[in-house]
């Protein structure tokens, strides 16, 4: 018999699937939630309040467990990325980034993703699946097992800011996405707060609108660049959602989060959107929401056909922004040497797999 998942279940829809199953009151059911978000806890067996029959039952009946990592990296830098495999067999990446004041955990929202922007590797991965809101959570907690980054809730952590920039577009899975970070923020779990969590979309607007009511997170965009008929050929959710709209949504999400900046992500294309022109376009059509852009070397991939600008060419470009007013600081690029870098990330699922590996490289 295969075990239904507690992971992903809003506290509301913990309490009660376990009442209507089990009988388990509520101030137990919030005691179970403590074991699993607060204390990373992956065994019934560990829930030390709870009467030994009652354990028994739960795990009669469910499980807390955590996906299989089929693979485990870390970069010379640092960088660490871990590739989990579902019940299903689909993989998805997550990776690690520390810093010497943060470590930022980059976790992904599908397998694949269903669109297609010219230059990133995962958009060459047609759509496999949506995440569930297990799977989305699972990322996380895999991180902090690995990071042995539970605890009590005032001491120091390793993994501070999630970021929604691996695989997929977070907004086409929003109700997924939703749950999950909801219970991300849980102040009786994980307890991340919002402005922790960066999500990272490609432009599709109704559901910009939809966040900032919802959930209130950063957000970033994935700008590009600052002309329809270039952003087209390079995000072509563009033809659907063009740039003044986006923008619009932007300032739109801006008032509704109390003047909250916006992330604006721009990939540095060698002689493709990288001019003196393309930088003070993007400056006018910004003009009024409180930003940031981040500059984002290209990272190549195989049979991309781009290649990335060359660091004079990026440092003048920043200096523009800069001179504008506006934060632009130029993405490192990290974990480069096991493809864990910006637009690197593609799992194998789909693809048939000849033989599993299991690998830690350190
Ligand atoms: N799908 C979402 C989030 C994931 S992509 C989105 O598009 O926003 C995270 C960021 O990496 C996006 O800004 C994306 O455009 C950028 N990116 C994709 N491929 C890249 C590459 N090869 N080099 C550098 N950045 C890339
Ligand atoms: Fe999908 Fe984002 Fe890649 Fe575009 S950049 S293909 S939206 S993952």
């Known amino acids: 018999m295969t075990h239904t998942t507690l992971i992903g279940l809003s506290f509301d829809a913990l309490k009660t699937e376990l009442h209507s199953k089990l009988g388990v009151e509520s101030y137990r059911a919030r005691q179970i939630w403590e074991w699993i978000y607060r204390f990373g806890k992956t065994s019934f067996d560990d829930m030390t309040n709870l009467s030994k029959d009652m354990r028994t039952s739960l795990s009669e009946h469910y499980t807390i467990e955590r996906p299989f990592i089929s693979m485990e990296q870390c970069s010379a830098d640092g960088t660490q990325k871990w590739l989990l495999q579902f019940e299903d067999k689909n993989e998805v990446e997550t990776v690690f980034i520390p810093e010497s004041d943060r470590g930022t955990l980059c976790i992904s929202s599908q397998v694949g993703c269903t669109l297609t922007c010219s230059f990133c590797h995962t958009g060459t991965q047609t759509l496999v699946r949506n995440l569930t809101a297990a799977d989305i959570l699972h990322q996380i907690m895999v991180a902090k097992d690995r990071l042995n980054d539970w605890g009590a809730p005032t001491d120091p952590r390793k993994l501070t800011n999630v970021v929604l920039m691996g695989m997929g577009e977070p907004f086409y899975n929003y ?89 604006f992500e721009y990939v540095m294309l060698n002689g493709v959107n990288d001019s003196v022109a393309d930088a003070k376009e993007l400056i006018r059509r910004i003009k009024g929401i409180p930003a940031k852009i981040n500059l984002i070397p290209f990272n190549p991939w195989p049979g991309s056909g781009y290649t990335c600008s060359a660091p004079d060419k990026i440092k003048t470009f920043a200096s523009i922004i800069e001179h504008a007013g506006y934060m632009s600081p130029v993405r490192t690029p990290r974990g480069q040497d096991i493809l864990a870098a910006c637009g690197q990330l593609k799992s194998e699922s789909k693809r048939p797999v000849k033989h599993k590996v299991t690998e830690v490289i350190y």
């Not at 919002?194 to 910009?208: A, C, D, H």
Request: a positive charge.
């Open 175 to 263: 109700e997924n996405v939703k749950t999950a970070m909801s219970i991300l923020m849980d102040e009786n779990g994980i307890g991340f707060g919002k402005r922790r969590i960066t999500l990272s979309t490609s432009g599709i607007v109704p559901f910009i609108d939809q966040c900032a009511d919802d959930l209130g997170l950063n957000l970033a965009i994935s700008l590009h660049a600052v002309r329809d008929d270039l952003r087209n050929e390079l995000v072509p959710i563009n033809k659907k959602y063009p740039l003044k709209e986006l923008l619009d949504s932007c300032r739109r999400y801006a008032e509704k989060t109390q003047n909250r900046r916006i992330t």
